[in-house]
């Protein structure tokens, strides 16, 4: 990893120059969870060695939000969780003044640019193994040693991502290694457990209706349903007049539920396939507080950059515990009753659903807004009625643009690439595309979304074969 060590040192003697000359730092992010953390460590870092810095947000890049970072052209532009495809945009309106921490597949042309610093270009796998978090962490790590306490915002930003994609859903690649870092300094704990939302803070039947991945169908968001699922599995709900919280259970009683979701959701082992695996739990957090949970506060980041409050989770996840804690908070409540809003919209409307041997195309056009795509979609590639498939969903985005989100469920062909597709397809019809190999996603004109949508299918099933 030596040509890595040699970007992460190139960042920090670039951070270091405008430190010394008193010049300022600009850092984009993007607007999920992953881009919020990435962005608050990195602001975090700045912040520790008195670097001038202002921090943005922005949900997509593009040619016209690189015109609007033009600055002070001695300021330094550090762009996490976005930008690639676009140096070469970069370069000739920014000049070198700036620097790329990403994970995205990048274009071939792109490999040789030293303020790419992206996790492709030094043979790690940017879909599984390390996430803008990640990368964002690595660079403050470089910039000071002190940093290795911003390990923990890199696991939640892995978790957000959806790179626990190892065995029994564990972290894998530089994603372990960050989170063996945080382990070693106190800051996480880490074990196999029944994975239901809010393992050590929510009542039973609450931590079961409120866990979406995996979708359990007839028991997500049906509070009543899973409480009596888990009567019927003869576990207790309350002890001494206090509701149970799944960190309660025993090895008895969560093979019961186990056993009892199965039973209820009618797929078998598949309905239950994700429930055990490795929880990543924050020691130092509030014992009853949602922020305990490294899955749970990845849904926070999550749901503050869907409602365009990005700002707060990005304290929170800077050590902000008072007022911007307490918006977070309410932010992911509103979050989570508009998921199952939609999710039941969508539900009653089957006529939105064009399923096919290896995909299901799901129109969600006057129902999902743009910003919920990527939830909505991910949701979808978790019931066990997708397995195998690969899920697309679009909907209507601003300027007279189609907004696609794709997602491949367990069990899906390897040979299918959806950062390849996306972005093939995107540049082909005069749009814009990319992401990773499991997740990624496009925007193009409504007047080529019949085309788009052909491309689609014969690019899937073309390439689930291969």
């Known amino acids: 990893m030596a040509q890595l060590d040699e970007s992460l040192?190139?960042?920090?003697?670039?951070?270091?120059?405008?430190?010394?000359?008193?010049?300022?730092?600009r850092v984009t992010t993007h607007t999920d969870c992953d881009g919020i953390a990435a962005g608050a460590i990195i602001t975090k870092a700045l912040s520790r060695r008195g670097t001038r810095y202002a921090t943005r947000t922005a949900d997509e890049f593009s040619g016209g939000l690189i015109a609007s970072l033009k600055s002070d052209p001695r300021d330094l532009h550090i762009i996490t969780d976005l930008g690639g495809g676009f140096a070469a945009e970069l370069d000739r309106e920014l000049g070198d003044s700036w620097i790329i921490l990403d994970h995205h597949q990048i274009p071939d042309g792109e490999a040789d640019n030293e303020r790419v610093v992206n996790a492709w270009r030094f043979g790690i796998d940017g879909g599984t193994e390390v996430c803008g978090g990640g990368m964002a962490y690595l660079a403050a790590r470089a910039m000071d040693d002190a940093n290795t306490d911003l390990a923990g915002a890199a696991v939640v930003a892995a978790l957000g991502d959806r790179q626990d994609a190892g065995e029994r859903r564990s972290l894998t690649g530089k994603n372990h290694e960050i989170a063996e870092e945080a382990r070693g300094a106190g800051l996480l704990e880490s074990g196999l457990d029944l994975l239901l939302v809010g393992r050590e803070t929510r009542p039973l039947a609450d931590a079961l209706a409120f866990t979406s991945q995996p979708f359990i169908e007839g028991l997500t968001w049906n509070r009543d349903a899973c409480a009596a699922a888990l009567e019927s599995a003869g576990v207790s709900l309350k002890e001494g007049g206090r509701w149970r919280v799944p960190a309660e259970l025993d090895q008895d009683e969560k093979g019961r539920v186990m056993e009892e979701v199965a039973r209820s959701a009618g797929g078998g082992a598949a309905a239950t396939a994700g429930m055990i695996g490795y929880a990543y739990?924050?020691?130092?957090?509030?014992?009853?507080?949602?922020?305990?949970?490294g899955r749970e506060f990845a849904t926070m980041?999550?749901?503050?950059?869907?409602?365009?409050?990005?700002?707060?989770?990005?304290a929170v996840c800077m050590g902000e515990r008072g007022d911007m804690l307490r918006e977070a908070e309410g932010v992911l409540a509103r979050y989570r009753t508009e998921i199952r809003d939609y999710m039941e919209m969508l539900g009653g409307q089957r006529w939105r659903f064009a399923e096919g041997e290896r995909h299901v195309v799901v129109n969600g056009q006057d129902v999902i807004p743009e910003s919920m795509t990527g939830t909505i979609s991910s949701l979808m590639a978790g019931s066990p009625r997708n397995a195998g498939k690969v899920v697309i969903l679009h909907t209507r985005a601003e300027e007279n643009a189609v907004k696609f989100s794709s997602r491949k469920a367990p069990g899906c062909s390897p040979g299918i690439n959806l950062s390849r597709i996306m972005r093939s397809g995107a540049e082909k019809f005069d749009g814009i595309g990319g992401g990773h190999d499991a997740?990624?996603?496009?925007?193009?004109?409504?007047?080529?979304?019949?085309?788009?949508?052909?491309y689609l299918d014969a690019s899937v099933q073309d390439t689930a074969g291969s």
């Open 9 to 25: 040192s190139y960042v920090r003697d670039r951070v270091a120059d405008c430190t010394r000359a008193g010049r300022s730092v």
């Open 281 to 293: 739990t924050f020691p130092g957090e509030d014992g009853r507080g949602f922020l305990r949970d």
């Open 301 to 314: 980041l999550n749901s503050c950059g869907r409602a365009k409050r990005a700002g707060a989770g990005m």
């Open 439 to 454: 997740a990624a996603g496009a925007k193009v004109s409504r007047e080529r979304l019949d085309e788009f949508l052909k």
